[in-house]
């Protein structure tokens, strides 16, 4: 659960952040951690610090990136990033090494060096890659457009990206070469996306592995800063990042959830956002009333998405602020 209530943090204060800034709300963080951060979290011992998760990101030290935009309008541009060496993973095989270097023709040129025969193979894995992350532009589209038009185009939108992840990653490495070695290479980074080849989805194998075809870089200062720099945005319009604070219930007037129960103290807001896996929590008793849309959504989906009630934030907050404050 661990891992999942790191992403979630993320997840939660994106929105926090984009209620602060564009929605002018006074928004309400609850962390049950005595940290702030999540998967930024860092911890300290006499002379050494460490980050406990956040690995290397790519495609941030082009500063034009879509990803690069998206962390500097939640940071307001406070968290600087330092690009990884040319070499930014390192692979080790029965002894021989390989290093994957940034830049995707680098990375093809080098992969070609230590398989000269899988040249072909080489290439048409990447092109399957860079071919199954275009395919992923409808399918996500499809989630934003209208339910009616969704319901008519929507199977169309979402079918070329789900020709490659109904494939695991062996399925589909494997139509490409029977080089073992080669194999190895190019699923080493398995453990970013946490399931082995033989169960993980192609798709999410592409996500990650075009994600660092062009290198990887780190924040400078360490994980923390990318929290430490989106807390003021919160905090500049009203709002309130709290640590230590265990959500012990959801409160209900008749169908409608009007706040959070913290321990012994109630807090009530106008609008309340959960994290929360609907199917597996004692919650799911009154979930359909409150959130019928956001229940089928669990029964399509298998609540696969939808995350452990870790935390939870209220936006337009009525009595919270004042007593956080």
Known sequence: MGRDRDRLWHRRTRAAVLLAVHGGKRVLVLERHYEAGGFTHTFHRPGYEW????HYIGQVQDEGSRERRAFDHLTAGRVLW???PEVYD????AGQTFDLVAGVDRFREGLKQWFPREARAIDRYIAAVQACNRASGLYYAEKAIPAPLAALVGGLMRLPYMRWARRTTREVLES?????DLLGVLTAQWGDYGLPPAKSSF??????AEHYFAGGSYPVGGASTIAAAMVPQIEHNGGKVVTSAE???ILLAGTKATGVRIAMDANFAHRLCSAMRVRPTPLIGF???ICPRWTRCADNCGGSHLHPPTSAFMSDCRRALPRWG
């Open 287 to 289: 979930c359909p009333r």
């Open 90 to 93: 390192r692979i080790i095989i």
């Open 82 to 84: 330092q690009a990884m």
């Open 203 to 208: 798709a999410v194998h592409a996500t990650i």
């Open 51 to 54: 980050d406990v998760g956040l």
């Open 176 to 180: 490409l070469t029977s080089n073992r």
């Open 247 to 249: 959500v012990a219930g």
